[in-house]
T-cell receptor
Framework: AQTVTQSQPEMSVQEAETVTLSCTYDTSESDYYLFWYKQPPSRQMILVIRQEAYKQQNATENRFSVNFQKAAKSFSLKISDSQLGDAAMYFCAYRSQLNTGNQFYFGTGTSLTVIP | DTEVTQTPKHLVMGMTNKKSLKCEQHMGHRAMYWYKQKAKKPPELMFVYSYEKLSINESVPSRFSPECPNSSLLNLHLHALQPEDSALYLC?????????????FGPGTRLTVT
């Protein structure tokens, strides 16, 4: 099974600053999808950004962007101009392109604190 | 409408009780999931339904019984639970089991077993 590792259990950032959350994964597959999910204290998981492995261009969604390094199996999330509402648990997730049961593999999460 | 709804929001039950959790989506999604999540941990997959058929059971104890009555509804029947089953139970859905789409999550049901 694929494994997803988030080595930073907790991170903090000053409001309006930039922070990068790390994610690495282990797979023998060449085609797959990667996601960052955000879970605020209210608990609903929300998709932040998605990256297809076959795309070389890094995905961007407003203040959120990724640095996808396929050879290094690294998928970090950069949050620019951090806002108080960005405080949450962030989970990195992997999904095979193969129809292997629709399983998402989640990392252990990074708890992000935004300091006013 | 990109919403997955779950009821109830909170549930307290004794170890001899029988209760059910309900999940509903009206996005036309054909894959639905149950996850269990402990505090500050990632979601753990329990069950996957594809086209209303159970496709994955992650070795979940039989005291948890899923049911998919139709393409919009997913239930989780609970019986004779243990205190360690206390957790947040998340439902999710995705568009097409045969294609990779992101999952949409509901707000969860906070379950406490006494």
């Amino acid at each position: 099974a694929q494994t997803v590792t988030q080595s930073q259990p907790e991170m903090s950032v000053q409001e309006a600053e930039t922070v990068t959350l790390s994610c690495t994964y282990d797979t023998s597959e060449s085609d797959y999808y990667l996601f960052w999910y955000k879970q605020p204290p209210s608990r609903q998981m929300i998709l932040v950004i998605r990256q297809e492995a076959y795309k070389q261009q890094n995905a961007t969604e407003n203040r959120f962007s990724v640095n996808f390094q396929k050879a290094a199996k690294s998928f970090s999330l950069k949050i620019s101009d951090s806002q108080l509402g960005d405080a949450a648990m962030y989970f990195c997730a992997y999904r095979s392109q193969l129809n292997t049961g629709n399983q998402f593999y989640f990392g252990t999460g990074t708890s992000l604190t935004v300091i006013p | 409408d990109t919403e997955v709804t779950q009821t109830p929001k909170h549930l307290v039950m004794g170890m001899t009780n029988k209760k059910s959790l309900k999940c509903e989506q009206h996005m036309g999604h054909r894959a639905m999931y149950w996850y269990k999540q402990k505090a500050k941990k990632p979601p753990e997959l329990m069950f996957v339904y594809s086209y209303e058929k159970l496709s994955i059971n992650e070795s979940v104890p039989s005291r948890f019984s899923p049911e998919c009555p139709n393409s919009s509804l997913l239930n989780l029947h609970l019986h004779a639970l243990q205190p360690e089953d206390s957790a947040l139970y998340l439902c999710a859905s995705s568009q097409d089991p045969a294609t990779v789409y992101e999952q949409y999550f509901g707000p969860g049901t906070r379950l406490t077993v006494t």
